[in-house]
């Protein structure tokens, strides 16, 4: 494996290596990786000669009240993982390297971006999108591979794939989980023990919330409040939203005009934020 720091140096390493290796398959990261970051790259090694990740704790999806400063940042742990994962070139740039200028042109994240996240996190997707798009152009891959658990965030970066005719192909890969159901993130790491052993509330909220849709119901709002009854079993558990939504536009769902669904959720356990969701009516879970 290849890592290099600067836009000059990855660009050098890509027109070496990808001269005759294609496709080139991209997963973007924020690092402290765990096996849902290398589930990515597996996915994406299954159909890329080529394989790069980048990791970028990109300051300007962080609100000023967020956690940015203590966000887990163990680098040399997450090279070796890389390495090991079958990543070819890492790309670990510094703020500096990819916003030179502070007021650029960015991304304006639209309509699908007004709600949950985007109204808890003021500018997030924008910043989000800004980036990622900078990041395409940088790598130039055939496809990216996004987790299913930052549902908001994938759907926004397919919507941007889509809406600006960008040339690459977008990959949604499921949700991987600790035994106990809570999924993996890098922001578990911040938790206290005791927050931890809370936080499994998410996912058997979601589940029964799936578990409803399973056995027939079609009401979201009866499949929130059943999840919501069990998100309140915790009550140091504090959600910001628990929702049954279209899982491509994020709109609420209707009960009168079934689609595709998702149930999302974000909380804050102690001083930390989660999100999670989980797909209903699909065999393969989420
Ligand atoms: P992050 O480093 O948190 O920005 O995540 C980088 C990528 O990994 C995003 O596409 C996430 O959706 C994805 N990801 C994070 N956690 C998981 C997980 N538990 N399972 C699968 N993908 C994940």
């Given at each position: 494996?290849?890592?290099?720091?600067?836009?000059?140096?990855?660009?050098?390493?890509?027109?070496?290596?990808?001269?005759?290796?294609?496709?080139?398959?991209?997963v973007?990261?924020?690092?402290a990786?765990?096996r849902?970051?290398?589930?990515?790259?597996?996915?994406?090694?299954?159909?890329?000669?080529?394989?790069?990740?980048?990791?970028?704790?990109?300051?300007?999806?962080?609100?000023?009240?967020?956690?940015?400063?203590?966000?887990?940042?163990?680098?040399?742990?997450?090279?070796?993982?890389?390495?090991?994962?079958?990543?070819?070139?890492?790309?670990?740039?510094?703020?500096?390297?990819?916003?030179?200028?502070?007021?650029?042109v960015?991304?304006?994240?639209?309509?699908?971006?007004?709600?949950w996240?985007?109204?808890?996190?003021?500018?997030?997707?924008?910043?989000?999108?800004?980036?990622?798009?900078?990041?395409?152009?940088l790598?130039?891959?055939?496809?990216?591979?996004?987790?299913?658990?930052d549902?908001?965030?994938?759907?926004?970066?397919?919507?941007?794939?889509?809406d600006?005719?960008?040339p690459?192909?977008?990959?949604?890969?499921?949700?991987?989980?600790?035994?106990?159901?809570?999924?993996m993130s890098?922001?578990?790491?911040?938790?206290?023990?005791?927050?931890?052993e809370?936080?499994r509330v998410?996912?058997?909220?979601?589940?029964?919330?799936?578990?409803?849709?399973?056995?027939?119901?079609?009401?979201?709002?009866?499949?929130?409040?059943?999840g919501?009854?069990v998100?309140?079993?915790?009550?140091?558990?504090?959600?910001?939203?628990?929702?049954?939504?279209?899982?491509?536009?994020?709109?609420?769902?209707?009960?009168d005009?079934?689609?595709?669904?998702?149930?999302?959720?974000a909380?804050?356990?102690?001083?930390?934020?989660?999100?999670?969701?989980?797909?209903?009516?699909?065999?393969?879970?989420?």
């Amino acid at each position: 494996m290849i890592r290099v720091s600067t836009v000059a140096d990855l660009r050098g390493s890509l027109a070496e290596a990808s001269a005759d290796r294609t496709p080139l398959g991209f997963v973007p990261t924020m690092g402290a990786l765990h096996r849902g970051h290398l589930s990515l790259v597996e996915r994406a090694r299954r159909r890329a000669d080529l394989v790069v990740m980048s990791i970028f704790v990109n300051p300007r999806q962080f609100g000023p009240n967020e956690d940015f400063a203590r966000y887990p940042r163990p680098i040399e742990q997450d090279e070796q993982m890389a390495a090991d994962s079958g990543v070819d070139v890492l790309f670990t740039p510094r703020a500096s390297e990819i916003f030179p200028v502070t007021q650029g042109v960015t991304i304006s994240s639209g309509d699908a971006a007004r709600r949950w996240e985007g109204e808890v996190r003021p500018g997030h997707f924008d910043g989000m999108l800004t980036v990622v798009a900078k990041l395409f152009n940088l790598v130039r891959p055939d496809f990216a591979v996004f987790g299913q658990k930052d549902l908001q965030q994938a759907a926004l970066v397919a919507a941007m794939v889509r809406d600006l005719n960008m040339p690459l192909g977008i990959v949604i890969a499921p949700t991987v989980r600790e035994s106990d159901g809570l999924a993996m993130s890098s922001r578990n790491r911040l938790l206290a023990p005791a927050d931890r052993e809370k936080a499994r509330v998410l996912s058997r909220a979601l589940s029964a919330a799936r578990s409803l849709f399973s056995d027939g119901e079609r009401d979201p709002r009866a499949i929130e409040s059943a999840g919501r009854a069990v998100l309140a079993g915790e009550p140091a558990v504090l959600p910001d939203y628990f929702a049954v939504v279209d899982r491509t536009t994020l709109e609420p769902a209707m009960r009168d005009s079934p689609g595709d669904w998702a149930v999302i959720t974000a909380a804050r356990v102690g001083a930390t934020r989660l999100i999670d969701n989980m797909l209903l009516g699909d065999s393969d879970g989420d």
